[in-house]
Nanobody, 122 residues
Framework: QVQVVESGGGLVQPGGSLRLSCAASGNIFRFDAMAWYRQAPGKQRELVAG???????NYADSVKGRFTISRDNAKNTVYLQMNSLKPEDTAVYYC????????????????WGQGTQVTVSS
C-alpha cells in the first residue's frame, strides 16, 4: 500500500506564489507517473501538471509558464511550484502517483492524496 501526503496549500494574494509538496511512503518499487490535479467548487477535477518516469512533463494550458512540476526521487516527493497565481487557480489540489509496488509480481498502484486547499484572493 502506498500512502500519499500533500502539504503547502494556503491563502495567497493574486500574483503570489506557493509550493505544494507530495510525499509518498510505502512499498514502492518505481514511480511511472506523478501528477497534480485540482478541483474547484462545482467543476470537474482537472489535470494541472504531470511528470513521467523519463522526465517528460505536461501542463494544462491555463498554467503553462506559471507552474512547474518537479520531483525528488530520493525523497519520493513531487512538487508543484506555482507562481503568478490568479483567483481562478483557487481549488483543492490533489497529488496522484502511479507506479509499481515492491511485491512479488510488482503489482501496480495508483494513489491519491487527501488534497490541499489553495485560495487566491485579495
Amino acid at each position: 500500500q502506498v500512502q500519499v501526503v500533500e502539504s503547502g496549500g494556503g491563502l495567497v494574494q493574486p500574483g503570489g506564489s506557493l509550493r505544494l509538496s507530495c510525499a509518498a511512503s510505502g512499498n514502492i518499487f518505481r514511480f511511472d507517473a506523478m501528477a497534480w490535479y485540482r478541483q474547484a467548487p462545482g467543476k470537474q477535477r482537472e489535470l494541472v501538471a504531470g511528470v513521467r518516469v523519463g522526465g517528460s512533463t505536461n501542463y494544462a494550458d491555463s498554467v503553462k509558464g506559471r507552474f512547474t512540476i518537479s520531483r525528488d526521487n530520493a525523497k519520493n516527493t513531487v512538487y508543484l511550484q506555482m507562481n503568478s497565481l490568479k483567483p481562478e487557480d483557487t481549488a483543492v489540489y490533489y497529488c496522484n502517483l502511479e507506479g509499481l509496488t515492491n511485491t512479488p509480481g510488482l503489482a501496480p498502484f495508483r494513489s491519491w492524496g487527501q488534497g490541499t486547499q489553495v485560495t487566491v484572493s485579495s
